[in-house]
T-cell receptor, first 112, second 116 residues
Framework: DQQVKQNSPSLSVQEGRISILNCDYT??????FLWYKKYPAEGPTFLIS?????DKNEDGRFTVFLNKSAKHLSLHIVPSQPGDSAVYFC???????????FGQGTTLQVKP | GAGVSQTPSNKVTEKGKYVELRCDPI?????LYWYRQSLGQGPEFLIY????????DSGLPNDRFFAVRPEGSVSTLKIQRTERGDSAVYLC??????????????FGEGSRLTVL
């Protein structure tokens, strides 16, 4: 039972354009959502998060949108840079639990 | 270093052998997590420690897997009678206080386990 799904295994965009990564979840108990970025041979690193009481959180070039009714969140990167090329994982959890549930990941390639 | 340290970075073993993977969290972080990542998949939760005790071990796949954190710092993931399906990257993470929404997890680089 995949509670967090990233249905696009890969995405390719041109430098300077917007990258949009999508994530769907099924568990209505999830109330905190995070995006992690992973380079090869490294562990995932935290990028941005959003609580279920918000529908948008912005940090520089990165914005996460949450649509609770659709159980959908997305990560927007604008403008995209070649250094953004990595695997992006969506993750979700219930408040104060230690159990982050990850999606399968989306590999982003930003072409110069 | 200042980050989460995992050893060994690579481990190749034969089916049926015993394996230990070590995690040294960021100093002062009370919460420690073990995840497993198979090829093409996202990290899969195994176990979460708050201090010395396992707060949630519901992700351990079976009784061949066991983890300890005796002094509330370093943790060891132990796998008995390894099987080929155990081959994966085992990721350790720590956070300051535990509870995901009080702070993000800091991951180590992982220990790649290959069972032949």
């Amino acid at each position: 039972d995949q509670q967090v799904k990233q249905n696009s295994p890969s995405l390719s965009v041109q430098e300077g354009r917007i990258s949009i990564l999508n994530c769907d979840y099924t568990n209505s108990m999830f109330d905190y959502f995070l995006w992690y970025k992973k380079y090869p041979a490294e562990g995932p690193t935290f990028l941005i998060s959003i609580s279920s009481i918000k529908d948008k959180n912005e940090d520089g070039r990165f914005t996460v949108f949450l649509n609770k009714s659709a159980k959908h969140l997305s990560l927007h990167i604008v403008p995209s840079q070649p250094g953004d090329s990595a695997v992006y994982f969506c993750a979700a959890c219930s408040s104060n639990t230690g159990k982050l549930i990850f999606g399968q990941g989306t590999t982003l390639q930003v072409k110069p | 270093g200042a980050g989460v340290s995992q050893t060994p970075s690579n481990k190749v073993t034969e089916k049926g052998k015993y394996v230990e993977l070590r995690c040294d969290p960021i100093s002062g972080h009370t919460a420690l997590y073990w995840y497993r990542q198979s090829l093409g998949q996202g990290p899969e939760f195994l176990i979460y420690f708050q201090g010395t005790g396992a707060a949630d071990d519901s992700g351990l796949p079976n009784d061949r897997f066991f983890a300890v954190r005796p002094e509330g710092s370093v943790s060891t993931l132990k796998i008995q009678r390894t099987e080929r399906g155990d081959s994966a990257v085992y990721l350790c993470a720590s956070s300051l206080n535990g509870g995901i929404n009080t702070g993000e997890l800091f991951f180590g680089e992982g220990s790649r386990l290959t069972v032949l």
